[in-house]
């Protein structure tokens, strides 16, 4: 039996470097996670790739809110696609929609015939596809290489049976990789109910406030970005 992949998504470059020491197999880089996830910045771009050679995968999102983009919105990730390429990334992260709940299949392998030879994960934008069936058919023409997704529900290990039906819908056209709500304590449970070959999740922390005259609501959320080593090490040996 192959090894079953691990993803963690971060939100800055210590975090990425943490959860690639505790083991991990691949990183999705993200920023802004009050937003859930933006296109990291030039800086913390160009210093990540400097400091690893793990896989690591950035998210290409402009803006938080809905799967909908602009004309502009494209162009600047049509432009944030070429930037990754250029610092030699060996894969991205997209997902975008149309208004009636399908895939954008048209602008989305635009941008994964401009990503190549880049490796393109398409995000859990497709969570909020209206027929998640059609949808991996979709995402397998437009050349996306995996599918990450929780099973249309906030937690992956409440759809299990959904996922499953996509694993063997998908076979070996695509990679379909549950996350959302992934923990050491039903990790293993997903992966064999499933039959997934690949994972993700966050392993998120709290972390101690240092701004203690601070203490409102979205501080605490943004304290709760850190990686918890040891939850790494957990998930790993259950796998």
Same mark, same amino acid.
């Given at each position: ?30 920023? =802004? ?5 933006? *296109? ?29 983009? *602009? ?8 432009? $944030? ?6 610092? $030699? ?48 058919? $979709? ?15 906030? =937690? ?15 076979? $070996? ?11 050491? =304590? ?54």
């Amino acid at each position: 039996m192959s090894k079953i992949k691990l993803e963690i998504a971060v939100f800055s470059v210590e975090a990425a470097l943490a959860a690639i020491e505790a083991g991990a197999d691949r990183i999705e880089f993200c920023e =802004n996670p009050l937003e859930g996830g933006t *296109t990291p910045s030039f800086g913390s771009l160009s210093t990540l790739i400097s400091l690893t050679s793990k896989p690591v995968f950035p998210i290409i999102r402009p803006r938080g809110g809905d799967f909908l983009y *602009t004309k502009n919105e494209f162009k600047v990730m049509r432009s $944030d696609v070429l930037m990754a390429k250029k610092l $030699d990334y060996p894969g991205i992260v997209i997902g975008l929609l149309n208004q009636d709940g399908s895939i954008d299949v048209e602008r989305t392998k635009r941008l994964v015939d401009l990503a190549s030879p880049m490796e393109v994960s398409f995000h859990r934008a497709f969570d909020r596809c209206i027929d998640p069936f059609k949808a991996l058919e $979709d995402i397998i023409a437009t050349g996306c290489k995996r599918i990450l997704t929780s099973g249309q529900v906030p =937690n992956a290990a409440d759809a299990q049976p959904l996922l499953k039906k996509l694993i063997e819908q998908a076979g $070996d056209r695509i990679i379909i990789m549950p996350g959302s709500g992934v923990r050491s =304590n039903n990790i293993k449970e997903i992966i064999q109910s499933t039959g997934a070959k690949e994972i993700h999740s966050s392993a998120r922390k709290m972390q101690a406030s240092q701004m203690h005259y601070f203490k409102s609501s979205m501080q605490e959320e943004l304290l709760s970005t850190g990686i918890d080593f040891d939850e790494i090490r957990k998930m790993l040996e259950q796998l």
